[in-house]
T-cell receptor, first 114, second 109 residues
């Protein structure tokens, strides 16, 4: 793999179900991020991780949890999905040490909660 | 609160020049980014400004004025493939990106 991958590409989920969105990067970036993107709104940060073993809350963390057991993987879990979590979810990564720390994005997961 | 403002939509003609403005009010400033996002795809990095002035990269240029809380992205010699949304983002004092809602650019032949 090259860059960032996300799975699944899309998913339709019944309300109340648990769902984990997967994100893997092979660039050895120390920082990783989860965003949601909704029509008419900017990307909103859900959770982030500056380095393996640490995580932090973003702007809209409620209803979501993350873990960062290693450098490459950063899964996002919806414990009990609700319709307001219908969105496109993007995972991103960056090297917080080198360069301008630009973020590289995965292809996104389109999630519909019914 | 933190706020990034940019126009919702702009229309331009193939071969022309277009300027997309972005104004910001954030808690701290550690750089401004422009990203391009084609419909149904992920954002991709275009430019980064941390000091005042113009950064030129091929057909794209980005300008920053920190005292005015203002940036613009200038696209020259527009091509149909430039039809996309352009996202402005500011890195704040917590080193997190605050994103504008994006400007949808429509290119007409």
């Amino acid at each position: 793999i090259a860059g960032i991958t996300q799975a699944p590409t899309s998913q339709i989920l019944a309300a109340g179900r648990r769902m984990t969105l997967r994100c893997t990067q092979d660039m050895r970036h120390n920082a990783m991020y989860w965003y949601r993107q909704d029509l008419g709104l900017g990307l909103r940060l859900i959770h982030y991780s500056n380095t393996a073993g640490t995580t932090g809350k973003g702007e809209v963390p409620d209803g979501y949890s993350v873990s960062r057991a290693n450098t490459d993987d950063f899964p996002l879990t919806l414990a009990s999905a609700v319709p307001s979590q219908t969105s496109v979810y993007f995972c991103a990564s960056s090297d917080r040490v080198a360069g301008n720390n630009e973020q590289f994005f995965g292809p996104g997961t389109r999630l519909t909660v019914l | 609160g933190q706020n990034i403002d940019q126009p919702t939509e702009m229309t331009a003609t193939e071969g022309a020049i277009v300027q997309i403005n972005c104004t910001y009010q954030t808690s701290g400033f550690n750089g401004l980014f422009w990203y391009q996002q084609h419909a149904g795809e992920a954002p991709t990095f275009l430019s980064y400004n941390v000091l005042d002035g113009l950064e030129e990269k091929g057909r794209f240029s980005s300008f920053l004025s920190r005292s005015k809380g203002y940036s613009y992205l200038l696209l020259k010699e527009l091509q149909m493939k430039d039809s996309a949304s352009y996202l402005c983002a500011v890195r704040d004092s917590n080193y997190q990106l605050i994103w504008g809602a994006g400007t949808k650019l429509i290119i007409k032949p």
